[in-house]
């Protein structure tokens, strides 16, 4: 799913100022098991995220943000491996920052809400189709 030019912006915006996570294509920026304290924001670049033994995978572009569940419980575990696919910059983002970012752009908070909710229906389609597949086979 492709994020809109104002996620990018809002991106963007946030970043200005505050140091980014320069990272490689092959970098691994955590695997499963992992604890997990802050999430990411995709400024430049793209990151693949896979897990369930790399059966399942998808990949974040600009404009995205991958990670969230480190903001909503303090014992997050990480559930997949994030792996950079080309060179780029990562906004990390703690809870504290991240709320800090809520007031400072109330926007990203919907905007966020509208790139996860894009991702879950796009991971439902192919596990459907998957699961559609397999059967027929």
């Known amino acids: 799913m492709e994020p809109s030019k104002i996620e990018l912006q809002t991106f963007r915006n946030l970043a200005k100022g505050r140091p980014l996570r320069k990272v490689q294509a092959g970098d691994v920026i955590f695997r499963p098991g992992e604890p ?4 990411y924001c995709v400024v430049e670049g793209r990151v693949g995220i896979a897990w369930a033994d790399g059966r399942l995978s998808e990949t974040i572009e600009p404009g995205c ?3 969230v569940g480190a903001l909503v419980d303090p014992q997050h575990r990480r559930f997949g491996t994030a792996t950079a696919l080309t060179d780029g910059q990562l906004l990390e983002m703690n809870r504290e920052e991240f709320l800090l970012a809520i007031q400072e752009l109330p926007m990203f908070a919907l905007e966020m809400l509208h790139d996860l909710d894009g991702r879950l229906r796009d991971l439902k389609i192919r596990t459907s ?3 559609s ?3 027929a086979g």
């Open 36 to 39: 997990g304290a802050c999430l």
């Open 65 to 67: 943000s991958f990670g």
């Open 129 to 131: 189709a998957e699961a």
């Open 133 to 135: 597949d397999d059967n």
